[in-house]
């Protein structure tokens, strides 16, 4: 009898990693495609019209979409570390965390490491808040704060090339 109980508890936790690499990976497809095609639009819009076409809600409908994707394929390795039980208790886990890229690497901790990042630090000029993110390899890039981004005058222009190296 403890064969077929352990074999059950074994059955249990094959069936929890299939449900986390699933829902990780729808996670991670919603984050990769707006930052795909964010960086296919710019290209583009780059070749067409140059730095010249930037204005202030198409680059804040950029960021946005950047941010939501960088969003997204963090979270979805908070989802294979998770130890959830049930999808609610995921919803809840990850509600909590928010928009908030520092909760995020808090709860990444030293996995951050393995998925490329060193560090996200929270900066602000004036009342405007944004995530410097910093990469193995040295490059940094600018996350925006997704509730910022929305809500507030854009203050900071990157030229194109700069988003497009940042969806990169």
Known sequence: MSNLSGLASLVGVILTMNIKRKIAFEMWNWGAQPVKF??????????????????????????????????MILKSRIVMLSTFQNEDQLNDEL????????????????????????????????????????????????????????YRHMNYFAEHTKVVEYAE
């Open 38 to 71: 964010v960086r296919d639009y710019l290209i583009e819009d780059l070749r067409a019209y140059g730095n010249s076409s930037a204005d202030e809600p198409r680059l804040r409908s950029h960021y946005i979409l950047l941010s939501y994707g960088f969003e």
């Open 95 to 150: 509600q909590n965390i928010g928009h908030d890229f520092v909760k995020i690497a808090d709860t990444l901790g030293d996995d951050l490491k393995n998925i490329g990042i060193t560090k996200i630090e929270p900066k602000k000029k004036h009342k405007y808040k944004y995530f410097i993110v910093e990469m193995i390899d040295g490059k940094q890039i600018r996350v925006e704060n997704f509730t910022d981004i929305r």
